[in-house]
Structures are given as structure tokens and as C-alpha cells.
């Protein structure tokens, strides 16, 4: 491979083929994990979703529009951006970021939409529906509403919907109509539920734009798809500017959708350590978290298999974060599997230790991270002393934290 | 033969349409599920299908969600659910029981341990919204091994292909959601559910039962007419919770008996 070349989703999934590791199986199992878990009222659309898919993942004229609207719209390439004055600070390996900050609409988010989009106008569907918890994939997915001229509907937590008016304006800015959703902890696992719902009455002229590696099949496999630019480029930029790839990838997990863009092409590099970074709220131990894969037991949820947190009768607990991107119950059935099959590493960073290292990164490198974010930073902070200079560590910076501004400043006794 | 099979080939004979009534254990209160059970029974029942509560009840409409919280509340789990049906057993030996839930508390329970557990509760057969048949077939399988049948589901989306595969793992009846959308939506297309069913009986070589929008005597009987059995459950929900404390299982025996009572009419003119 020629270096600086970003690696096509084709290639990949060639050169994955060659390699013991190819999941889903054609049922969409991760090992255990991932499957069709739902009615089967949903089974005839998410028939026509995976027929669909099949096709577009392997038809060239589908991928350059997705790669054609990644470079003018998103405005990838996100950089690769070596954060020397932390590391010096650190003294240890070398943290780099994966700028998906830069993107248009301030994350990684917005890249799983524009397919997901794309997608839906080539299968006719004139409206889009999505969940949100924070807010963030429901902007995204308005955002791309507004640019294919598709009618939106958002389905949010009332209780979020209160926590998040700002990006609820930005939203209806945006064009899209968004539905507070009132039942059960009214928050983004109830949205999920809610927009489920609208799909199975509506999936003739409607398509669910899921936010995340998880849901049924084909969900976590499409959405990762999407979302391995960002690993794809990060492994054609590594060998342009460093000649190699990192030691470690570490990126934050929620449902899963950074981490496993930037993990999953990274796979088959056996040298390459992967690190998800779960949120660990006031801490594991007091059970206030949403860290599924290091305290969860695997359970079935919104369609599929996977770690959850639960209690001893299986009810669905609810999670704690500060960052309301990674408060969610469960995890995208392939981090599971990558878990158990010991390929990618799993730890939990507390709320506290991501509010440091979002006021560190801020400080040192005139970057404002998303809350999600700071959590991966707060692991390389502990990680990179404990390593050597010439040691690489690639983090993915998955949002810029606007978005936290009064989040942060609360929990700095600052009122805005 | 099996409770429900029993139930079914009686009212076979008898030229009737079963009526299967759904409810949601420990909605409103868990002393409340066993006088409702027995209302039910007493208003013309056929079957029972009692709902489990899930805290992420995916495939149902507000109605039943509403319920399943309202039982939440008061801590009601999967245990709770079986010892209710140890419960009714001891007064009601004849009338099948049909727990109907979703699948992360029977695998936090454990399914080994779930099915001895339904067994020994008096529990007749399990339907599991959110274990479709491509994911179902080892479960199934062990239902029946343990005499338990299997229930799936049907949607007018289905294809013949699903047919076939109900029919192989499911066994007691199958439950035909005669509308696209969650529970207790609305637009039921009854003369399009009608001409659907002479297919779906003939694939599926089992009872079929038609729910999902079915709201009074005149939905039921038109249903009725054509489907071995009626499952009514939003309906009979809204009366619950419309119901003063303690008055509900009288409200739902009459308005149970309503059903039944068009059910059992006889039919003179075609279904439309």
C-alpha cells in the first residue's frame, strides 16, 4: 500500500477476508453476540436494509458518493495531530490525535449518517428517523436531512430534551421535528425504543438512521462500515507522517461507533493494542457508571446480543455519565466479541478523571474536547508515562466538546 | 396433547373461536393478577397470555409499556410472574397459560432453569417477542422438549419462507399481528387480515390466533370468523387502568364477556 493513501472500503474488506477474523456471520454474529433479536414485525425491514446494504458495500458508484461527501461536505481527511506539548508534559509515548473534532458538525457522527443517507435515497425512502441521547446523532442527522432535502424526525428523552435545549434549537434549525419521548427513564434508551416503534409503522417510505454499532443486524456491521474512515485513514496517515502504526488505539465507548471506526481496520494488526474506555461515572464500585463491558453480563437489548447493565432479574438499570454520549445500558455486540476473544481491552475512566483531562487538553494544546472524548484522553494521560518516548499512541478525539460548555462549567461552580 | 392443544381441538368441535385475553402480571398491583386471571376465565377466556414486565418493552404500543412500568414499580419479576401462575393452577387446572415477554429475563433467569421453573408453575407455552425463529430454534426446541409449545409470531410482511419456519419450531398456535406498527396502534384492515388467513392456516398446519388492533365486538367477531382465535390486549389494559382501585377485574369479566358473547354468535354474513 502506497503510503498516504487512505485504504478504500473495499480493500479492507478484501484484505479483512484473508484473515481468520471476518464477522458478522451472514446472520449478523459476533460469536455469541449481535443477531436479530426483535419482532417480527421488524424482520421484513431490516430484510430490505440488509439487501440493500449488501449491494451498496460493494458498488463502486455508492462508495464514491460516500467518499465524495465525506471529502466535500464533512471535510475529510480529518488530521492525525501529534499533541507534543502534552506528551512532553507526560513524558512518556507520544499521543496523537485523530481529529474527528474537525468534522463537520463537530464529530465522528455525522460520517455514519451521510451513509446511512445515502443509503436511504438510493432505497427510495423520503424520511429519516433517528434516536438521540445528547443530542449529538440527532444533529447529525438532521444536518444530513437538510442536505438530501429528507423530511426528520427525532425521537429524544423528554428528560434529555430539557438537559439539551441547545441542541434541540439546533436541531429544529436544522428542519427536523423532534418528539420528546415520555416513557420509561425518558432518556436515550426509551428514545431508541420510540423510534423502533415509528419504524415499524412507518417502514414504507421510512429509514432508521441508528447511531451506533449496535441494534439489529445489519446495524452494528453497517454503521462500523461507515465509521472505518476513521481507522482507514488513521492507517494511511500513520505511515505517511510516522513510517508506522501506534503501539495502542484508544478510543471511548458507548454504544460504540468511534472506537469500533477507528478499531476495526486496526484488527488485523496484530502489534496494534486497541483500548476502549468505558464511562465509569462516580466510579465501578458504586455502581453508578454505564461501563457495560467491564460490570455488564451479556443479555439481549434493542436487537441484539451483547454486555448489558441489568439487574439479577434482567430489567434494564439505569446508567450514570457525565457525558451523556456514553450513558447508555449497553455496547455495539462487536466490542463484546472483541472483549471475550481478548483482541481489544476494555477499562472504565471515572467522570472526575475525564473532567481533568478535558481542562488538560484545553490547557495544553488549545483543544476543547467532547466529554465523550475526554474519557480516551484521560486513559492516554495514565497510559503514556508508562511507556517509552518512541512509543505511539494514536487517541481518537471523537468530538469537540462546545456542546459541554455548560456541563463543565457547572461542574466547575461557574454559571454561564 | 397439550393444554392448548386440547383447548383448541374442543373448540374445533364446537365450531368456536377461541378467545385468548392478554394482561400484564402485576399490572396494576401483583394482588391483583390472580382475581384478574380468574375474571378473565370467568368472562369466556380461552387462553391467558400474561405479559412479563420489561423495563424495554420494544414491540409494544404505550398502553402495554404503561403497564409493564406500573409493574415494575412494584419489583414484579419473571420469579414473581411464575409463582402467580403456581398460584392460579391451584384453582384452575384447565385454562392454558401463555406467558408472553421479552428475552433478557428468561436468559438472566437462565432458559434451563426458566423452563423447569414454567413447567413446574403449570405454564403452558412461551412466546418471546424479541426471538424471532432465526434466532429461536435451540430455545424452541427445548420448550418442547419439556412439553411447553413454542408461540411465534406472524405479520402480514411475513414471508412464506417464515411460515415454513414457524410451523416447524413453533407448535400450540401461532400469534398473527394482523397490523404493521406496536400494540394498541390502530387501522386494523379486517377484510385484509380475513383474506390472509385460509394461506396462513394451510402453511402453518396450526391454530392461528389474529391480535394487534383488535378493540371490541365488532373487530373481534369479524376477526373471529375467519381466525381460530382472538387475542385481545391494549383493550383490555385501557380498562385497567380506567378501573377504581379494586374495581378491575369486574369491569374486564364484563367487558370480557362482551367478546365472547360476539364470538359465539352466530355468523350470517361474510366477514367484510
Not at chain 1, 451521510?114 to 444533529?139: F, S, Y
Not at chain 1, 472524548?373 to 505511539?392: E, G, N, R, V
Request: glycine share 10%; hydrophobic share 40%.
Amino acid at each position: 500500500m502506497p503510503a498516504g493513501s487512505q485504504i478504500s472500503l473495499l480493500e479492507c474488506a478484501v484484505q479483512m477476508a484473508d484473515i481468520p477474523y471476518n464477522f458478522p456471520d451472514a446472520k449478523g454474529h459476533f460469536g455469541q453476540y449481535g443477531g436479530i433479536f426483535v419482532s417480527e414485525t421488524l424482520i421484513p425491514a431490516l430484510a430490505e436494509l440488509n439487501e440493500a446494504y449488501k449491494f451498496a458495500q460493494t458498488d463502486p458508484s455508492f462508495l464514491a458518493e460516500f467518499d465524495h461527501e465525506l471529502k466535500h461536505y464533512v471535510g475529510r481527511p480529518s488530521p492525525i495531530y501529534h499533541a507534543r506539548h502534552l506528551s512532553n508534559h507526560l513524558g512518556g509515548a507520544q499521543i496523537l490525535l485523530k481529529r474527528e473534532d474537525l468534522n463537520h458538525t463537530g464529530a465522528h457522527k455525522v460520517n455514519n449518517c451521510i451513509g446511512q443517507a445515502l443509503l436511504a435515497r438510493r432505497m427510495g425512502k423520503p424520511r429519516v428517523i433517528a434516536e438521540t441521547g445528547a443530542g449529538q446523532h440527532g444533529v447529525a442527522t438532521a444536518t444530513v436531512a437538510a442536505r438530501y432535502g429528507m423530511k426528520c424526525v427525532v425521537y429524544m428523552g423528554s428528560e434529555d430534551v430539557k438537559r439539551q435545549a441547545a441542541n434541540v434549537y439546533r436541531m429544529k434549525l436544522l428542519g427536523a421535528t423532534v418528539i420528546p419521548v415520555e416513557s420509561g427513564s425518558k432518556t436515550l434508551k426509551d428514545a431508541l425504543n420510540e423510534a423502533m416503534r415509528d419504524w415499524v409503522t412507518n417502514v414504507a417510505d421510512t429509514f432508521y438512521i441508528i447511531g451506533t454499532v449496535a441494534g439489529p443486524h445489519p446495524y452494528p456491521m453497517m454503521v462500523r462500515d461507515f465509521q472505518s474512515i476513521i481507522g482507514r485513514e488513521s492507517i494511511g496517515q500513520m505511515m505517511e507522517s510516522f513510517g508506522r502504526q501506534p503501539d495502542c488505539v484508544i478510543a471511548c465507548v458507548g454504544g460504540g461507533s468511534n472506537a469500533m471506526g477507528i478499531f476495526h481496520p486496526y484488527i488485523p494488526y496484530e502489534s496494534v493494542k486497541l483500548i476502549g474506555v468505558e464511562a465509569a461515572g462516580d466510579g465501578i464500585e458504586t455502581g453508578r457508571h454505564a461501563a457495560s463491558l467491564s460490570a455488564g453480563t451479556p443479555g439481549v437489548l434493542h436487537g441484539n446480543r451483547t454486555y448489558l447493565l441489568q439487574d439479577p432479574n434482567g430489567q434494564i438499570i439505569e446508567t450514570h455519565s457525565v457525558s451523556a454520549g456514553l450513558d447508555y445500558p449497553g455496547v455495539g455486540p462487536e466490542h463484546a466479541w472483541l472483549k471475550d476473544i481478548k483482541r481489544a481491552e476494555y477499562v472504565g475512566v471515572t467522570d472526575d478523571e475525564a473532567l481533568a483531562a478535558f481542562h488538560t487538553l484545553c490547557r495544553m494544546e488549545g483543544i476543547i474536547p467532547a466529554l465523550e472524548s475526554s474519557h480516551a484522553i484521560a486513559h492516554a494521560i495514565k497510559l503514556a508515562p508508562t511507556m517509552q518516548k518512541d512509543q505511539l499512541l494514536l487517541v481518537n478525539l471523537s468530538g469537540r466538546g462546545d456542546k459541554d460548555m455548560h456541563t463543565v462549567a457547572e461542574k466547575s461552580g461557574i454559571q454561564l | 396433547m397439550s393444554r392448548i392443544q386440547k383447548v383448541f381441538a374442543r373448540l374445533g368441535d364446537e365450531q368456536r373461536t377461541a378467545l385468548i385475553p392478554y394482561i400484564a402480571a402485576g399490572d396494576p398491583s401483583p394482588d391483583q393478577t390472580l382475581p384478574l386471571m380468574h375474571a378473565l376465565v370467568a368472562g369466556g377466556a380461552d387462553v391467558l397470555e400474561i405479559g412479563v414486565p420489561f423495563s424495554d418493552p420494544m414491540a409494544d404500543g404505550p398502553t402495554i409499556q404503561r403497564a409493564a412500568e406500573r409493574a415494575l414499580k412494584h419489583g414484579v419479576s419473571l420469579r414473581n410472574v411464575l409463582e402467580m401462575v403456581s398460584e392460579f393452577r391451584k384453582e384452575n387446572s384447565s385454562t392454558p397459560i401463555v406467558l408472553m415477554g421479552y428475552a433478557n429475563p428468561i436468559e438472566a433467569m437462565g432458559v434451563a432453569r426458566f423452563i423447569s421453573a414454567a413447567v413446574e408453575a403449570g405454564v403452558d407455552g412461551v412466546l418471546v417477542v424479541d426471538y424471532p425463529p432465526e434466532e429461536a430454534s435451540e430455545f424452541a426446541n427445548a420448550l418442547k422438549d419439556a412439553g411447553l409449545d413454542p408461540i411465534f409470531l406472524l405479520a402480514p410482511t411475513s414471508t412464506d419462507e417464515r411460515m415454513d419456519s414457524v410451523a416447524q419450531i413453533g407448535r400450540g398456535y401461532a400469534y398473527y399481528v394482523s397490523l404493521k406498527g406496536v400494540t394498541g396502534a390502530g387501522h386494523l384492515d379486517i377484510g385484509d387480515v380475513v383474506s390472509r388467513l385460509p394461506n396462513l392456516k394451510q402453511r402453518l398446519g396450526m391454530p392461528v390466533g389474529v391480535g394487534f388492533g383488535i378493540r371490541d365486538a365488532a373487530s373481534a367477531r369479524a376477526i373471529g370468523a375467519a381466525a381460530d382465535a382472538v387475542v385481545i390486549g391494549s383493550r383490555i389494559i385501557e380498562e385497567i387502568e380506567s378501573s377504581p382501585a379494586g374495581e378491575a377485574p369486574a369491569r374486564v369479566q364484563a367487558f370480557i364477556s362482551t367478546i365472547r358473547l360476539a364470538l359465539d354468535e352466530p355468523v350470517v354474513e361474510s366477514a367484510r
